[in-house]
């Protein structure tokens, strides 16, 4: 006969992927090391492992590996976030090299020393056990919650290229995430995807792994070895779908080789384009007004730009005032038909801004 109070390696399998649904990250890690029984089990039901958003920091020792485990950016357990650090140390124990994995949540926090690792492949096997192909959890097919990640960021902080981690994070920690993230059964789900890199090929390493139905925002930012003008063609990055779906663009600290016009399908962008001309603008001008594209909110920085002089010629005087960070702009209203939103175009000394708006300024002429 069958115990009256069966343990929890008795229990049904139903019953456990609920109980598995109640648990966050660091306590199925836990329960997963307990016996092969529960490792097995939970590598079959796949539980959601409810990282609302990841955050890889790289630098020149160490790496940092933030996964919040709620929507709510604070603390374990209130905000359910858990900081792994991986640094490569000496142990004051007999001198040898190791890597030290130290643990952070608010309820408390652990260390341990691995050798014959560094701290960039430790890194690179946990976030494979996490995300890869073999991983006990799945993000983007859970019959009881389907799950994906808002945020997942990957920032490589300054070092020079002369550094000896250039090395290790171009041959070795890049290639691992890129291979983790391709060879996982279903592109990884990702709703916002956050970058610093040095180079371009950086983002084709990571951008294309992610499922391009879920990405909705994308945003990059250019860290240049030193201080000059960078340019990067359009043309890879027009062609992958992940581009073509999202819905935002930012892009920061790079100038891009491309026409307004090239960005249409977006609804929001913050891009630099070098040199402007008016005949963008008023292209974008039109577009917004006849509802021909998805493009409404935005900001253009410039090198030049000869657009904020015909609309002086043509529209007449503009609305001046302070925008709420304090920077001087110059206004134009326009009438969108049939709508009650009203299009403004702002041109600030270096960039020009877009937006529709309900109610402009009382002294504001709207064309």
Request: aromatic share 14%; charged share 30%; with cysteine.
């Given at each position: 006969?069958?115990?009256?109070?069966p343990?929890l390696?008795?229990?049904?399998?139903?019953?456990m992927?609920h109980i598995?649904?109640?648990?966050?990250?660091?306590?199925?890690?836990?329960?997963?090391?307990t016996?092969?029984?529960?490792?097995n089990l939970?590598?079959?039901?796949?539980?959601?492992p409810?990282?609302?958003?990841s955050?890889i920091?790289?630098?020149?020792?160490?790496?940092?590996?933030?996964?919040?485990?709620?929507?709510?950016?604070?603390?374990?357990p209130?905000?359910?976030l858990l900081r792994?650090?991986?640094?490569?140390?000496?142990?004051?124990?007999?001198?040898?090299e190791?890597?030290?994995?130290?643990?952070?949540?608010?309820d408390?926090?652990?260390?341990?020393f691995?050798?014959g690792?560094?701290?960039?492949?430790?890194?690179?096997?946990?976030?494979?056990?996490?995300?890869g192909?073999?991983s006990?959890?799945?993000f983007s097919?859970?019959p009881?919650?389907?799950?994906?990640?808002?945020?997942?960021?990957?920032?490589?902080?300054?070092?020079?290229?002369?550094h000896f981690?250039?090395e290790?994070?171009?041959?070795?920690?890049l290639p691992?995430l890129?291979?983790?993230?391709?060879?996982?059964?279903?592109?990884?789900?990702v709703?916002e995807?956050?970058?610093?890199?040095?180079?371009?090929?950086h983002?084709f390493q990571?951008?294309?792994?992610?499922?391009?139905?879920?990405l909705?925002?994308?945003?990059i930012?250019?860290?240049p070895?030193?201080?000059?003008?960078?340019?990067?063609?359009?043309?890879?990055f027009s062609?992958?779908e992940?581009?073509?779906?999202a819905?935002?663009l930012?892009?920061?600290?790079?100038?891009?080789?491309?026409?307004?016009?090239?960005?249409?399908d977006?609804?929001e962008?913050?891009v630099?384009?070098?040199?402007?001309?008016?005949?963008?603008v008023?292209?974008?001008?039109?577009t917004i007004?006849?509802s021909?594209?998805?493009?409404?909110?935005g900001?253009?920085?410039?090198?030049?730009?000869?657009?904020?002089?015909?609309?002086?010629q043509?529209?007449g005087?503009?609305?001046t005032?302070?925008?709420?960070?304090?920077?001087?702009r110059?206004?134009w209203?326009?009438?969108?038909?049939?709508?009650k939103?009203?299009?403004?175009?702002?041109?600030?000394?270096?960039?020009?801004?877009?937006?529709?708006v309900?109610n402009?300024?009382k002294?504001?002429?709207?064309?």
């Amino acid at each position: 006969m069958e115990a009256d109070n069966p343990t929890l390696l008795q229990m049904p399998e139903v019953i456990m992927g609920h109980i598995l649904d109640k648990l966050d990250l660091p306590d199925i890690l836990i329960l997963r090391k307990t016996c092969h029984h529960l490792r097995n089990l939970i590598d079959d039901l796949h539980p959601d492992p409810k990282i609302a958003r990841s955050v890889i920091i790289v630098d020149t020792d160490f790496i940092e590996f933030k996964m919040n485990l709620d929507k709510d950016y604070d603390w374990y357990p209130e905000g359910k976030l858990l900081r792994i650090k991986y640094s490569d140390v000496v142990k004051p124990k007999n001198g040898s090299e190791a890597c030290k994995v130290q643990w952070f949540r608010s309820d408390r926090s652990r260390e341990k020393f691995v050798e014959g690792l560094s701290f960039i492949a430790h890194f690179c096997r946990d976030f494979e056990f996490i995300f890869g192909a073999q991983s006990p959890f799945e993000f983007s097919q859970n019959p009881r919650n389907p799950s994906r990640i808002q945020d997942f960021i990957l920032n490589l902080e300054y070092f020079p290229p002369d550094h000896f981690i250039w090395e290790a994070i171009t041959h070795q920690l890049l290639p691992s995430l890129e291979s983790t993230l391709k060879n996982r059964p279903r592109p990884l789900p990702v709703k916002e995807f956050y970058t610093t890199v040095y180079e371009k090929s950086h983002v084709f390493q990571i951008l294309p792994c992610f499922e391009p139905k879920t990405l909705e925002k994308i945003s990059i930012s250019h860290r240049p070895y030193i201080p000059e003008r960078v340019t990067w063609e359009l043309d890879e990055f027009s062609e992958l779908e992940q581009w073509k779906i999202a819905k935002v663009l930012w892009v920061f600290d790079v100038s891009l080789a491309a026409t307004v016009q090239e960005f249409k399908d977006f609804e929001e962008i913050n891009v630099k384009l070098g040199e402007v001309k008016v005949e963008e603008v008023l292209e974008l001008k039109e577009t917004i007004l006849n509802s021909t594209s998805n493009l409404t909110t935005g900001k253009i920085e410039f090198y030049t730009c000869d657009g904020e002089q015909h609309f002086l010629q043509t529209y007449g005087y503009p609305f001046t005032d302070i925008d709420m960070f304090g920077d001087d702009r110059r206004c134009w209203f326009f009438k969108i038909p049939n709508k009650k939103f009203i299009l403004q175009i702002s041109f600030y000394r270096m960039y020009l801004r877009f937006a529709l708006v309900e109610n402009p300024p009382k002294n504001a002429m709207v064309q």
